[in-house]
C-alpha cells in the first residue's frame, strides 16, 4: 500500500509519500518527500495552479493507492483556513480525477496514530516520523513531516476504518432508515438533488 500524505497550504504545501513492506504491512518506507512553495505575492489562483501541477506530477509519477488529507479546523486566522481549504480543493480534486481515494484526518487523529498521544507537538510527530521511516535526519520543513504523518497515519488507520465500515454496512444491510426528503428537487447537471433534513432548502 502506498500513500501520499499532503499537509496543504499555500504559502508551503508538505507531499509526503509513504509505503508498507514487510510482512503484515508495518514496516514502513519512505518513498519522496517535499515542499512545494508558492510566492505571497501571486495571485492565488495562479498559486493554486502551482500546487495542483506539484501534486499531479506526484500523482502521476509515483501512482500512490491513496491520498490523505489534513481535515480543516478552526483557526482564529480566516485568511489562513481559507488558503488552506482552497489548497486542500485542488489536491482532492487531482486525486479525484485519478480515481485515488481521498481520506481526511483531524490533527488529533494524525498525531494519536504516529506518536500515541492526540496532544503532541510538532516536534514530537517530526520525531516519531523520523523514527518510524528510520531517517538519518528529520524532515525540514515541519510541513513536509506532518505530510508524512499523514501517510503514516492513513497507511496504519485506513485499513482498521474500512473493517469497521464494512462491518457495520454488513449489519445495516436491508434496514436503512433515510430521514424525510424537505423543499422542492432541483436539478444539477443532469442530477436531481434533493435535501434531507431540518432546515434543507430545495
Known amino acids: 500500500m502506498r500513500v501520499l500524505g499532503i499537509d496543504p497550504g499555500l504559502t508551503r504545501c508538505g507531499a509526503g509519500i509513504v509505503e508498507t513492506t514487510g510482512r503484515g504491512g508495518r514496516q514502513l518506507r519512505l518513498v519522496h518527500v517535499g515542499v512545494v512553495r508558492t510566492p505571497a505575492n501571486d495571485d492565488v489562483a495562479t498559486r493554486l495552479l502551482a500546487v495542483a501541477e506539484h501534486v499531479e506530477a506526484l500523482l502521476d509519477e509515483h501512482r500512490p493507492d491513496q491520498l490523505a488529507l489534513e481535515r480543516m479546523f478552526n483557526r482564529h486566522n480566516v485568511s489562513t483556513i481559507m488558503g488552506t481549504a482552497q489548497a486542500a480543493g485542488v489536491v482532492a480534486v487531482a486525486a479525484a480525477r485519478r480515481g485515488i481515494p481521498v481520506a ?49 497515519c492513513q ?31 432541483r436539478r444539477v447537471a443532469g442530477l436531481t438533488v434533493t435535501g434531507f433534513g431540518a432546515g434543507a432548502r430545495g
Not at 476504518?161 to 445495516?172: D, H, P, V, Y
Request: net charge positive.
Open 104 to 152: 481526511w484526518h483531524t490533527p488529533t487523529e494524525v498525531k494519536a496514530a504516529v506518536s500515541g498521544n492526540g496532544a503532541a507537538d510538532k516536534q514530537q510527530v517530526a520525531t516519531m516520523v523520523t523514527k518510524l521511516l528510520k531517517l538519518d535526519a528529520q524532515p525540514r520543513p515541519a510541513d513536509a513531516a506532518d505530510a508524512l504523518a499523514l501517510a503514516i
Open 155 to 185: 497507511l496504519w488507520r485506513g485499513p482498521l476504518a474500512a473493517r469497521l465500515a464494512a462491518k457495520g454496512a454488513g449489519r445495516s444491510a436491508g434496514q436503512q432508515h433515510y430521514p424525510a426528503a424537505t423543499g422542492r428537487p
